[in-house]
């Protein structure tokens, strides 16, 4: 029997196993990789590309953290966050309007309530716009899927203060952020060398390709079976840190309490389709990037190409990080693997024609369980969703907040809890 499995080795489950390095752990992942959605490839020529976790923000001291334990490189990501989350009020048909209610969201804001008030956490953004012009409705409806991966059906007002501006940390603006001096940044390497230093230092044993069918109570621990390359795999352990996504972590494990499968119940993701699109440097010579049809009409990109790898693009070569957020991402979602990156492909050379002879390579990832949205009722889970079920401890984005640094967190606080026994 082990101290520790840890189910999951995304930022949350690799996190809980390094603060677990003293003990005899071991962490199940369905994937051939580690890192879950931090999932980067690195090229001879030094170039990097992205499949979904991009860019640390100021304000992920929690990353920064652990990047600097590790002996990581963060360097200057090349835009702000701002390029990437802002959009225009001015540019709307009304944007008196927008402007308006972008001063109610504030003043929403300067009034501090608890998360699970029903006047936030139980109304939908639309409601909260239900007598707001067509255009301030079309802001919020591009703001939010963009930001949130989520409509404005499926986002509740707490969730649009969390995420809305430059505070992202709460959803109040009546105390500081923790920040760092360092700005926007990004891994040297692509974001998986987080997860792959996590993974190493644990001292882990990682087992990979594995599915974890079931997860039962036994006599002073759990019984963990799965299913791999391998055949039938089995453990058990004294305690289980499930960094599973919510749907997946109701449907392996046996017996939770009604007001956990509820919490559990209640977290909705949005979809992402990644679609990196590596750019050789000026002058060398790269295969013709072969295309086959794609939708008319359809995006193909939802960032703008802000995304991109820091550098010069033109001498050193480098990686548009794209991708298209859920809206985008459920029309294409069984489309053939060729037929999305030919879009992508297009979509790019259509805002940068000069970069048509110099695609090198297009990627291709889809994530079911891209972004944990902020429905309405959520937080009167929050609780539940945080809560230990004996030795049975849960982590990941959809536990505290919907990002990298909150998953971090999250298996920190899932780690102390083992410790404390």
Not at 69 to 97: K, Q, T, V, Y
Not at 167 to 178: C, I, L
Not at 332 to 343: I, M
Request: hydrophobic content about 40%; some cysteine.
């Amino acid at each position: 029997m082990r101290d520790v499995v840890i189910l999951g080795s995304g930022v949350a489950g690799l996190t809980a196993a390094y603060h677990l390095r003293d003990l005899d752990v071991e962490v199940i992942e369905a994937a051939s990789h580690v890192g879950g959605r931090t999932l980067s490839e690195t090229f001879d020529d030094g170039t990097w590309a992205n499949y979904a976790a991009q860019y640390v923000s100021d304000d992920k001291i929690k990353v920064i953290d652990l990047a600097d334990e590790l002996g990581l490189e963060l360097i200057p990501s090349g835009f702000h966050s701002n390029d990437l989350r802002a959009f225009d009020p001015s540019a709307s048909e009304d944007p008196a309007a927008v402007a308006v209610w972008i001063a109610r969201l504030e003043d929403e804001q300067a009034t501090r309530r608890p998360a699970d008030s029903a006047e936030l956490d139980q109304v939908s953004v639309a409601q909260w716009l239900d007598d707001a012009p067509q255009a301030v409705k079309s802001f919020f409806e591009t703001w939010c899927g963009s930001l949130i991966f989520g409509s404005t059906i499926e986002t509740s007002l707490y969730g649009l203060m969390l995420i809305w501006g430059d505070n992202r940390t709460s959803a109040f603006t009546d105390r500081p952020v923790a920040r760092s001096n360092r700005g926007d940044t990004v891994f040297r390497g692509g974001t998986n060398r987080l997860t792959r230093a996590l993974a190493e230092a644990s001292g882990a044993t990682l087992t990979t390709e594995t599915e974890v069918l079931a997860v039962s109570a036994i006599q002073d621990g759990y019984h963990i079976a799965g299913i791999g390359k391998d055949g039938v795999h089995e453990t058990t352990a004294r305690h289980v840190v499930c960094a599973l996504p919510a749907p997946v972590a109701l449907n392996v494990i046996a017996d939770l309490p009604q007001t956990k499968r509820e919490a559990l119940g209640a977290i909705r993701y949005g979809r992402n389709i990644a679609t990196p699109i590596s750019i050789a440097a000026a002058g060398q010579t790269v295969a013709p990037c072969p295309l086959v049809p794609s939708r008319p009409d359809q995006t193909y990109n939802s960032n703008g190409f802000v995304l991109r790898t820091p550098g010069d693009m033109d001498s050193e070569g480098g990686c548009f990080h794209s991708y298209v957020h859920d809206v985008f991402a459920r029309p294409l979602w069984d489309d053939p693997a060729a037929s999305v990156q030919s879009g992508a492909v297009r979509a790019l050379v259509e805002r940068f024609p000069q970069l048509s002879d110099r695609i090198a390579r297009v990627g291709y990832r889809r994530w079911r369980y891209a972004l944990p949205h902020y429905s309405p009722g959520r937080m009167r889970h929050q609780a539940a969703l945080e809560a230990s079920v004996d030795g049975l401890h849960f982590c990941g984005d959809y536990v505290l907040t919907s990002n990298m640094d909150g998953a971090a967190r999250s298996g920190e606080l899932a780690a102390r809890k083992v410790l404390a026994g």
